[in-house]
């Protein structure tokens, strides 16, 4: 039975999302996973019955007024933060001595394992930084930049949960998504929630979506759609109230709330887009101003920070546009490759 180390990223829930498709995965075909993450995401993988040492600290990004800020203070917060959680992952490894690392966004377990000589998987959206503006976060962001360039060169194997072309040790496998377990009437039924058009805002699990909540509550009635109602999901701060908004505070069930939403309107983040591409569902993303990954994932839909200023209109026009259900098997893919470096 290989032994696998798995570390998830604690920033958002989308790195746990993923990690628990993967995570089961790896189970059923008789591997020995033991997990570690931090925070909220750690809560959600021992929510859905994954046992988790809550070790991993990592900062999330500062946003104000939708866009993100102070990025040499993130930075810095980071190395400290990491260098925090270097000696807690360092205990974790020599107790369960894996046969192989795995890290969704997670770095002490990739630095300890290459230290020890052993197998690592990175599995990453990012390949690329560019959160910086100012003269000494571009200096500072060269340097991190340098890092994480030498970090996904060296490991056995990197992982992108996208489209591309295989070259090196990069392997693209395609979205990683949740099943969805429940009909649209039993998702309103167990959320309390009421007949009519539904519209998802889906903010990310790190809390710092919430500058585009009310903009979004705002859109919605100068989009003058009857009959529609707003559920909010990830809030981690004090709960959004108004006519017709349902916050449900963070749910381990977003899949399913995508897939019976008419629409879902996301701050761009890589899981939530991945999902409603697989229910079918539209999706309208508003990124975090310089929030560089958020930006890439928004581009490719075609949307930027700016739309925020014409949601309503947007709303309006791709309200209930489904498209045909997709079906993904990345957690497929991303097993059968973590389990051959098992093997050799």
């Known amino acids: ?102 890290c969704d966004e997670e770095f002490s377990g990739l630095v300890i394992a290459g230290r020890r000589a052993t197998k690592r998987v990175f599995i990453t959206d990012e390949l690329m930084l560019g ?36 070259s090196g040790n990069k392997r693209f496998v395609g979205p990683i998504v949740r099943a969805q377990t429940q009909t649209s009437p039993e998702v309103r039924a167990k959320h309390n929630l009421p007949q009519g058009k539904m519209i998802l805002f889906s903010m990310s699990g790190s809390g710092i979506g919430r500058d585009l909540a009310s903009k979004v509550a705002v859109s919605m009635k100068e989009a003058r759609v009857e009959d529609t109602f707003l559920v909010v999901t990830g809030n981690r701060g004090p709960r959004i109230t108004g006519e017709g908004v349902f916050d449900l505070g963070l749910v381990s069930d977003n899949q399913d709330l995508i897939a019976c939403s008419d629409l879902v309107v996301s701050t761009a983040g890589k899981s939530t887009i991945d999902e409603a591409a697989a ?57 059968d490759a973590i389990m051959s470096l098992t093997r050799s």
């Not at 999330?60 to 990025?71: Q, S």
């Not at 933060?81 to 807690?88: C, F, G, H, M, Q």
């Open 131 to 166: 959160f910086a503006r100012s003269w000494i976060a571009r200096k500072i962001e060269q340097r991190v930049e340098r890092w994480y360039r030498n970090l996904q060169d060296s490991v056995d194997l990197l992982i992108i949960p996208d489209s591309g072309e295989d």
């Open 279 to 335: 229910a079918g569902t539209p999706i309208v993303v508003i990124p975090i101003k310089h929030h560089a990954e958020q930006e890439r994932n928004a581009q490719a839909l075609g949307y930027s920070s700016d739309d925020v200023g014409r949601l309503g209109a947007i709303i309006r026009e791709r309200l209930g546009q489904r498209t045909p259900p997709r079906s993904f098997d990345g957690e497929i893919i991303v097993s």
């Open 1 to 102: 039975m290989p032994r696998v180390l798995y570390g998830v990223s604690p920033i958002g829930l989308g790195h746990a999302t993923r990690s628990l498709v993967v995570i089961e995965e790896l189970k059923r075909r008789g591997a020995e996973v033991n997990v570690f993450s931090g925070g909220k995401a750690a809560d959600f993988l021992r929510s859905n019955g994954v046992p988790v040492e809550d070790i991993v600290d990592d900062p999330v990004p500062t946003v104000i007024d939708g866009e993100m800020r102070r990025v040499s203070l993130w930075y810095i917060r980071s190395w400290f933060a990491n260098r925090k959680t270097l000696a807690r992952t360092e205990r974790v490894f020599d107790a369960h001595k894996p046969d192989l690392v795995v």
